[in-house]
């Protein structure tokens, strides 16, 4: 079985050991059975799916974790008489691929504030991003790849650094 099937198998058979199928009993039982499958990857060849699970929940709190800190930049910046705003316009070489990462990256960039996804080159290999309050380009661009970081993650792919060139 995979992961999340023999989650929620696990989830439904402790609402029902506990003789209440609630959402709050449902819920427990994920967080228990989610408790057997991390310490018994190897048994139950859910090792995969643990770390799926665990990258996404640490790709969300670093997006809000960042999300919380552009914001407070952003009002900051916007609390000056005169903001020391730097807007440019950055190309950031990808290495995520396919619609749903491609999507998902431009998705989280782009509800920080002080970024906004452009667009892609023709072969989808370059982020085009707006950013504004970063004091470099390159400091922009290692924000993006930390961003990429966390998808790769989530998406269960190493996240390597393009090569130079690409």
Do not use: C, K
Request: glycine share 8%; no cysteine; aromatic share 6%.
């Amino acid at each position: 079985m995979q992961g999340l099937a023999l989650n929620v198998l696990l989830a439904v058979v402790w609402a029902l050991l506990a003789g209440e199928v609630s959402l709050r009993e449902l819920a427990v039982g994920s967080l228990l059975g989610f408790a057997i499958l991390a310490v018994f990857p190897r048994v139950l060849g859910t090792g995969g799916y643990v770390r799926r699970v665990a990258a996404a929940l640490s790709f969300l709190g670093f997006f809000l974790r960042e999300l919380t800190v552009a914001n407070v930049q952003v009002a900051l910046f916007a609390l000056r008489p005169r903001p020391p705003l730097r807007p440019m316009i950055v190309a950031v070489p990808l290495r995520v691929q396919g619609d749903a990462a491609l999507t998902l990256l431009t998705a989280v960039i782009t509800l920080m504030p002080g970024t906004v996804a452009l667009g892609f080159s023709d072969d989808r290999r370059v982020l085009y991003a707006h950013a504004i309050g970063t004091p470099s380009a390159q400091a922009a661009r290692e924000a993006i790849q930390r961003v990429e970081d966390h998808v790769l993650r989530v998406l269960d792919r190493p996240p390597g650094r393009p090569e130079a060139g690409t």
